[in-house]
């Protein structure tokens, strides 16, 4: 998977819980991506990151932010956890901006 | 209107046929193109990247990009059943920073 890793892989939290999912990559590269899949929506992008503390949104950054203070860490969290973001939620990086992406094992979070 | 739209299937084929995907998108100033395949419960991984018009061949897949038609699909000759999967096309955004992917196009190869 490139040297990318997700953690934790599996989830279940309840409602107005915050969350935490963790990206990790050995690959040192600067693109980092969070996204989201959906049965009939397909891959959407929440948030994305071009550098350590430079991130910006995605079409469906709403309740979710990010954060990246190092390198090979990107951080997506749920403030309060709601149904709708039941979702399997998955990490990409890329080294070039409009580059190719390889992407993590993802994580699958369960909101009840 | 979705910025990129697949034929969502099921599309199946015979062992040994060509798959032909399609895909089309919305953005004009789109200038990178892709192809991944995903596994039932697995992650996307990546096939085929194109940025300019015309094909591009890699083993037994190749992608065409029509950019006047703002058209790409994806061929694969002599299908196997390790090619059953889901295939996704993305498709970055006119300013380069996001990617947007089509919902996806089943495809079973049969024995």
Known sequence: ?????????????????????????TENH???????????????LIHYSYGVKDTDKGEVSDGYSVSRSKTEDFL???ESATSSQTSVYFCAISGDREGEQYFGPGTRLTVT | QKE???????????????ASLNC??????????????QYSGKSPELIMSIYSNGDKEDGRFTAQL???????????????????ATYLCAVNSNTGNQFYFGTGTSLTVIP
């Not at chain 1, 998977?1 to 990559?25: F, Y």
């Not at chain 2, 990129?4 to 060509?18: D, F, M, T």
């Not at chain 2, 029509?66 to 059953?84: G, H, T």
Request: proline share 7%.
């Open chain 2, 66 to 84: 029509n950019k006047a038609s703002q058209y790409v699909s994806l061929l694969i000759r002599d299908s196997q059943p390790s090619d059953s």
């Open chain 1, 30 to 44: 600067r693109y980092m991506y969070w996204y989201r899949q959906d049965p009939g929506h397909g891959l959407r």
């Open chain 2, 24 to 37: 089309t998108y919305s953005d004009r100033g789109s200038q990178s193109f892709f192809w991944y395949r």
């Open chain 1, 76 to 78: 997506l969290t749920l």
């Open chain 1, 1 to 25: 998977d490139a040297g990318i890793t997700q953690s934790p892989r599996h989830k279940v939290t309840e409602t107005g819980t915050p969350v935490t999912l963790r990206c990790h990559q």
């Open chain 2, 4 to 18: 990129v739209e697949q034929n969502s299937g099921p599309l199946s084929v015979p062992e040994g046929a060509i």
